[in-house]
């Protein structure tokens, strides 16, 4: 398929029917997901599903993999939002909670994320935003500690969340939170401050 009916200012636009185009197109993908491996997904089975013509997909993205980063990078900009208040927050268990607490209120996205074939992508994407807040921050850090604590956070926090999402009998949110925070941001702000 040729990449020339690609729309590159759809992701910025706030016209409705390309916002309801792609929520389903989102939607769709991510059940596909759900039911079977990316790489037998087709893009006429993501088109069927949301209910598109296979050359609306086109307008919208240029493959599979864009779709995919596209999700991975939505989820993991509200995770950051969440990881940063972790960081900053005096109380990091409260900020710890909130993002448990966000995982588990979209439960289906991230297990078919983290469990269906996107943990890879989800990963690169959170080490690749954390860097940036890491960068905008003005502290006078070691590099080497604060590129290691970006990695062990975005790997340490997405495994977390992959063995929870992935467990058959689930601890609780809040048991979830205490040991997110006890066994990745704990160590890493015990790093960040010596």
Not at 5 to 21: A, F, G, K, N
Not at 50 to 66: C, D, L, N, Q, V
Not at 112 to 129: K, S
Not at 166 to 193: F, G, H, Q, T, W
Request: net charge negative.
């Amino acid at each position: 398929m040729s990449q020339t009916s690609y729309q590159p200012h759809y992701s910025t636009t706030s016209d409705s029917r390309v916002i309801q185009t792609r929520e389903a197109i989102y939607s769709a993908f991510l059940l596909l997901l759900d039911s079977k491996p990316l790489d037998e997904i087709t893009i006429r089975e993501i088109a069927v599903s949301a209910g598109i013509g296979y050359k609306t997909f086109f307008r919208h993205y240029t493959g599979k993999a864009e779709l995919l980063n596209a999700i991975a990078a939505d989820e993991i900009k509200r995770l950051i939002v969440l990881s940063v208040g972790v960081m900053n927050a005096a109380n990091s268990k409260e900020g710890a909670r909130a993002l448990c607490r966000y995982v588990a209120d979209n439960d289906a996205t991230w297990s078919t994320l983290l469990n269906g074939g996107a943990a890879h992508t989800m990963r690169d994407e959170f080490v690749r935003l954390s860097r940036e807040v890491a960068a905008g921050k003005k502290q006078e850090l070691n590099l080497a500690v604060a590129d290691i604590g970006v990695r062990l956070s975005a790997v340490g926090t997405l495994e977390m969340l992959s063995w929870w999402l992935s467990e058959e009998k689930r601890i609780s949110v809040d048991e979830l939170a205490e040991l997110y925070n006890k066994l990745v941001i704990a160590p890493i702000m015990d790093a960040y401050s010596s």
